[in-house]
């Protein structure tokens, strides 16, 4: 089977399917949603940055630990030059320790470091929003590529179709001798050219539809069109101010701003000492005698780090450590790095000059050609001039296509700016995901065999599963 009977197999298979189901936008977006393991990736992130405040409350709550050993003693002691002073110490022990400790002062270090993490939990709820509005934006586009690709077949195969018959009619009048050689030549070349590019457009259009399976997870079946365009407003400075309070970059770029804020605080005050109550029981038991000990104690610990290779100051100097110049957790240099962050973002995320509404105009030329046809078959026209006209009209229709495009996906670019292009804002007809759902289970970081813990691992079972 050759190539070209072999793509008008599997062109035919297609249309079957097209036929078999028509889809809308919403579909196409509905499965967007559905089927991104981008998003799927990025509520996982979101997932870590919610067990993150869990860490970070935990510093705050009662530490309660045990220990046990077993001790065996060797040795003597002698308490005198006199022999009978002389005790052999021989001994088999065993002990268990229960220690609690609570800390009590830090400078306020522990809870600049809940709310930092907080921060960056509401940073990375609006990245997963960027991120959804990236995967619906691209399934808008593959959507219209498959639209603006199937009417670019159609234009062609109809283009080939006239042509078709514009050599056909040339060689009839060649027969009678209305017209030259020359003109029958013309027609066959435009026919070869127009073959070539129906060609080149359902290589287009499979690309299109891969594209399409890429974005939504399917191959797409019988596309509408949309019935009316979204509603972007008409004003620019509007559009720029809701930019600016809506879209999620921005508004991530802020979180972790703030964030690098607290950071600093706690690492300012990790310079301070640290103030816990710590409370000790001990049980001991001596196995080679009867000797037995119960002891308890209760004290307030102060304690500080006084050097160390540069993570704390020296005695001496008010030199910042390294840790609060720049360190893991994002602190001063990196706290200066977020808020020069944000201005470039504001203006990659604002909507551009060119954010309004195109007009795609429609430049009916199909009387223009038809009348050229009938002066050609009177003699007023050569047969250029049907082939000059057949051109103008295939070019008219494909940038009118074009225009229709590129106005649906300028104007959900527009959505997609001001933050607007999410499931929810679309009112789609999906299971919406709710970021704050595993964060209320997670904050208080929940005892494993607590019932808040035992519907926590309910909910990871279910998410490993999925």
């Known amino acids: 089977m050759s190539f070209g009977r072999a793509f008008c197999v599997v062109l035919a298979a297609n249309v079957v399917t097209v036929q078999a189901k028509a889809e809308t936008l919403a579909d196409a977006l509905v499965g967007a949603y559905n089927h991104s393991g981008l998003i799927e990736q990025n509520r996982a992130l979101l997932r870590a940055a919610d067990e993150d405040v869990a860490a970070a409350v935990s510093v705050l709550k009662p530490v309660l630990s045990w220990s046990a050993e077993v001790t065996q003693n060797f040795g003597s002691s002698r308490f005198s030059n006199n022999a009978a002073f002389r005790s052999e110490n021989d001994d088999l022990t065993v002990g268990a320790n229960l220690t609690a400790e609570l800390l009590l002062y830090d400078f306020g270090a522990s809870k600049f470091r809940v709310e930092a993490a907080k921060e960056t939990v509401l940073a990375t709820r609006e990245v997963l929003r960027n991120v959804e509005q990236?995967?619906?934006?691209?399934?808008?586009g593959a959507f219209f590529g498959v639209l603006e690709a199937s009417e670019f077949v159609a234009l062609r195969q109809n283009n080939l179709r006239l042509l078709t018959q514009e050599l056909r009619a040339?060689?009839?009048?060649?027969?009678?001798?209305?017209?030259?050689?020359?003109?029958?030549?013309?027609?066959?070349a435009q026919l070869a050219q127009a073959r070539s590019g129906l060609a080149g457009a359902e290589g287009d259009l499979l690309r299109a539809i891969e594209e399409y399976r890429n974005a939504v997870g399917r191959t797409?079946?019988?596309?509408?069109?949309?019935?009316?365009?979204?509603?972007?407003?008409?004003?620019?400075?509007?559009?720029?101010?809701?930019?600016?309070?809506?879209?999620?970059?921005?508004?991530?770029?802020q979180f972790r701003t703030k964030a690098a804020d607290l950071l600093v605080n706690a690492s300012t005050a990790d310079l301070n000492p640290r103030i816990s109550l710590q409370g000790v029981a001990r049980v001991s038991r001596d196995l080679n005698s009867a000797a037995r000990g119960n002891t308890a104690s209760v004290g307030v610990i102060a304690n500080q780090t006084i050097y160390q290779g540069g993570g704390c100051p020296p005695v001496s100097g008010p030199t910042w450590p390294s840790g609060t110049r720049s360190g893991p957790n994002c602190t001063s240099s990196s706290?200066?790095?977020?808020?020069?962050?944000?201005?470039?973002?504001?203006?990659?995320?604002?909507?551009?000059?060119?954010?309004?509404?195109?007009?795609a105009r429609s430049v009916r030329r199909e009387i223009a050609f038809q009348g050229v046809r009938e002066e050609a078959t009177l003699g007023a026209r050569t047969t250029l001039d049907v082939l000059d006209a057949e051109q103008s009209l295939l070019d008219a229709e494909t940038n009118q296509v074009t225009a229709r495009a590129n106005l649906y996906v300028a104007a959900y670019t527009v959505l997609a700016s001001t933050g607007r292009l999410t499931a929810k804002d679309l009112r789609l007809?999906?299971?919406?995901?709710?970021?704050?759902?595993?964060?209320?289970?997670?904050?208080?970081?929940?005892?494993?065999?607590?019932?808040?813990?035992?519907?926590?691992?309910?909910?990871?079972?279910?998410?490993?599963?999925?």
């Open 170 to 188: 040339a060689k009839d009048r060649f027969e009678v001798g209305e017209v030259t050689r020359t003109d029958v030549a013309l027609a066959e």
């Open 429 to 466: 007809p999906v299971q919406l995901y709710d970021p704050a759902a595993y964060y209320n289970l997670v904050k208080d970081g929940p005892a494993k065999k607590s019932e808040q813990g035992k519907k926590l691992d309910r909910v990871l079972r279910a998410l490993q599963k999925d």
């Open 134 to 140: 990236q995967v619906m934006l691209a399934a808008v």
């Open 220 to 253: 797409p079946g019988n596309l509408r069109q949309p019935p009316r365009l979204p509603n972007v407003g008409s004003d620019v400075r509007t559009a720029k101010a809701l930019a600016v309070r809506q879209h999620p970059r921005i508004l991530a770029a």
């Open 335 to 359: 706290m200066i790095c977020s808020r020069l962050s944000v201005m470039p973002t504001r203006r990659f995320c604002l909507p551009g000059p060119n954010w309004k509404r195109p007009k």
